[in-house]
Nanobody, 115 residues
């Protein structure tokens, strides 16, 4: 059974930093593309960043230069380092993986950026 568990969200002032973690079980993060999405109430989920099995990374334009996605294979965990946070980064952040056509989501972690 695949499980993705996010952690690390919280309240931070604008300009601050947070690191989100996504601990995976039942799936090897090194063998699939892992993604971080975010979603505001009433909005569609937006892709924030992705890291492929080869290590290639991809970022939304809105977070380029501020966010960094990485993974630690030994811990089977993916991270999202978020720097220079802005109020518009306030969202629920979700970890995502797709394997054999099945999409897996974590429960999400709230990030709130205050001015």
């Amino acid at each position: 059974q695949v499980q993705l568990v996010e952690s690390g969200g919280g309240l931070v002032q604008a300009g601050g930093s947070l690191t989100l973690s996504c601990a995976a079980s039942g799936i090897l993060i090194s063998s699939v593309t892992m993604r971080w999405y975010r979603q505001a109430p009433g909005e569609q989920r937006e892709l924030v960043a992705a890291i492929g099995s080869s290590g290639v990374t991809l970022y939304a334009d809105s977070v380029k230069g501020r966010f960094t996605i990485s993974r630690e294979n030994a811990k089977n965990t993916v991270y999202l380092q978020m720097n220079s946070l802005k109020r518009e980064d306030t969202d629920v952040y979700f970890c995502n993986a797709v394997r054999f056509g099945t999409v897996y989501w974590g429960q999400g972690t709230q990030v709130t950026v205050s001015s």
